[in-house]
């Protein structure tokens, strides 16, 4: 791969959570995953994602790749950084007709070489269809949904030290491709907690259930719906709040679409004694930050 897609898996932080209240009170312990600082632009666990897809490109030749995604997508711009890397061309298929003022995201994946195509609500449900109308083009699927998705995922698990140390891994869901690998990964003693950060999104089970390895089929999959705030990328005052709060008490950077709704949640569910006590818990932290953006200046203090 080239240079400037490479990520040195051995400069990945754990950030440890200090926190009386969960220590003392709860008597669970948070490490943080700093997968945010991985790459300065394909952020997170979007670089696990799109690898083993950008490989199965190169083999095939591919000489021009085409995505999915909706306009705070940050797979889109992981996915137009790496083309532009690659020096292949890639068109960006976009939930919804062109808003007049495009999102900081959407500007970013164009300013990188995406070739962006709208189409409305309902055309774009039909993903098949519209793969049909660019037979020359390699697809990946929104959000690296899929088994060479879920198996580049399940490389998260291989960069956190003493990983079956860990009783809960608890990451944000948005495809539920991440979610799989860790699945995938971990080992039966250990649970995966998965935040939805959409509204109602109750197809996500069968689409992470899709994912698992023929031995991990049984694996119980915990979603909880509960901490959308509203739905996906909304993001009302109380969570700006919270996000606020969890910088000034633990300079730990969240974003508003995925990490700050997942750690809000894991704050809440500590808080109702979901945890056994004593237990080790690693949060995720996915990336995203670039998302933050789109928020008014000033608005976070990071
Ligand atoms: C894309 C993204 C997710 C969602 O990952 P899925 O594998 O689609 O569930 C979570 N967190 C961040 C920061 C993301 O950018």
Redesign the pocket.
Known sequence: MERNLQVDINQIVIQPIESKIYRDQFHVSIDVLRL?QVHPII????YF?LMPWLQDAVQKKAAHIGSFGGAYS??LVATAFACKEMRIPFTGIIRGEQPEKLSATLQDAIAFGMQPVYVSRKEYQDKEKIKLKYPSIFWIDE???GMA?AQG?AGIFSCIPNASAYDYFI?????????AGLLNATAIHQQVIGIS?MKNNFSLEENIRQLLLPGKRNRKILLQHGFHFGGYAKHPLVLINFINQIWNDHALPL?I???GKTFNALDNLIKENFFRKRSRIIFIH???LQ?NRSLPKNTLPF
Do not use: E
């Open positions: 945010d952020s997170g666990n979007k994602k940050n797979h959000g690296g949904y998705g995922a990451c944000a869901v948005g495809t539920g491709t991440m979610m950060v974003d679409v995925y990490t996915s990336g995203g998302g």
